[in-house]
């Protein structure tokens, strides 16, 4: 076999309304956005471990299903390991993985890093990686990373653009609108594994409530995705509408509870907490004229602002030689 080096990126997500209800079968809104992952692959016409080098969190040496090395690295050493069991590869890899998007804040890390290496190695045996493979090899990784992955976040770092999707069917791409996300940093880092498993309990203690909640979520995302585009007044209402049902879930605090609100009093069209909550990121939704002002109010409590561009490609490779 002769030697690759593949070097792919793909990008990072916010959910505009939908995360944890996506879970359970309702749809997510969701855009890929203009923060990266990077992953390199080289293959190696030798016998020995495989290799993952993470610019963050170190070394590890994967053999057959074993990992040493930063347990962090988990989800990738599965994705390495279940490469090499099913696909026709023989040698060595030689990974090394970087990243732009913060962890554990919300926006995707673990999925894009996922489906940058998954379509990587899928590249060194297809021309073209099937999309349904990238796929399934990257939602490997996501559920050593988390619990119960609704797969939204590795739809949106494989195809890009605006999406709604539903778990176990697919998802319909949607025009992006003219308003402007800016999302606030809590600065408060949170495991979406905890936070998964904290709604699942709430399903398990209060299954009425539960089921309303959800319900009024789907209908939420599927109006949010219809007025994105036209009616900034509406989307960001609901948006906000969305939030305080992500809190009725539990899963907000008063940190993200404060930087929705000072968003909104500030001139933003509406906020919530984006991802699996109880840390991680706020996304508001503004318009050229009161950019100005969110931001400070936004500095003014510490939050990092920072405005995101949707953007309409997913996974992209980079280098193939
Ligand atoms: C995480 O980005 C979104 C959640 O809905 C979990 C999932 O969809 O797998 C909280």
């Not at 070097?7 to 809104?29: F, T």
């Not at 923060?35 to 390199?40: A, C, N, P």
């Not at 309990?201 to 959800?214: A, G, Q, T, Y």
Request: charged share 25%.
């Amino acid at each position: 076999m002769s030697k690759l080096r593949i070097s792919c990126r793909a990008p990072a997500k916010v959910i505009i309304s939908g995360e944890h209800s996506v879970v359970y079968g309702y749809p997510a809104l969701v855009a890929a956005v203009n923060i990266y992952s990077r992953v390199i692959v080289e293959t190696v016409d030798e016998f020995g471990p495989h290799e993952i080098c993470s610019e963050k969190y170190g070394i590890g040496k994967v053999i057959g299903n074993a990992l040493s090395g930063p347990a962090v690295l988990k989800p990738l050493a599965r994705i390495v390991s279940v490469f090499s069991e099913s696909e026709p590869f023989k040698g060595r890899l030689k990974i090394r993985v970087s990243s732009e998007i913060p962890p554990a804040s919300g926006m995707g890390s673990s999925a894009s890093i996922s489906v940058a290496l998954a379509y990587a190695l899928l590249k060194t045996v297809y021309d073209k990686p099937p999309e349904e493979r990238v796929f399934k090899l990257a939602m490997e990784g996501e559920k050593v990373a988390h619990a119960n992955p609704s797969g939204v976040d590795v739809a949106a770092a494989l195809r890009g653009g605006l999406i709604l999707f539903v778990k176990d069917r697919g998802f319909e791409r949607l025009e992006a609108g003219k308003g402007i996300f800016l999302l606030a940093d809590s600065g408060m880092e949170r495991s979406t594994r905890e936070m998964v498993s904290k709604v699942a309990s709430l399903k398990e203690r209060e299954p009425d409530l539960f089921n309303i909640v959800m319900t009024c979520m789907g209908d939420l995302t599927v109006r949010i995705s219809r007025v994105l585009q036209n009616d900034l007044v509406e989307a960001g209402r609901l948006m906000t509408l969305n939030h305080l049902l992500l809190s009725l879930l539990g899963v907000s605090n008063s940190r993200l509870d404060s930087i929705v609100w000072s968003s909104i009093f500030s001139g933003a069209y509406g906020a919530k907490l984006t991802g699996a909550g109880g840390g991680g990121c706020v996304l508001a939704l503004i318009d050229e004229k009161s950019i100005d002002r969110v931001e400070a109010a936004l500095k003014n409590i510490n939050a990092q602002p920072r405005v995101l561009k949707t953007v309409e490609e997913g996974v992209r490779l980079e280098e193939s030689s």
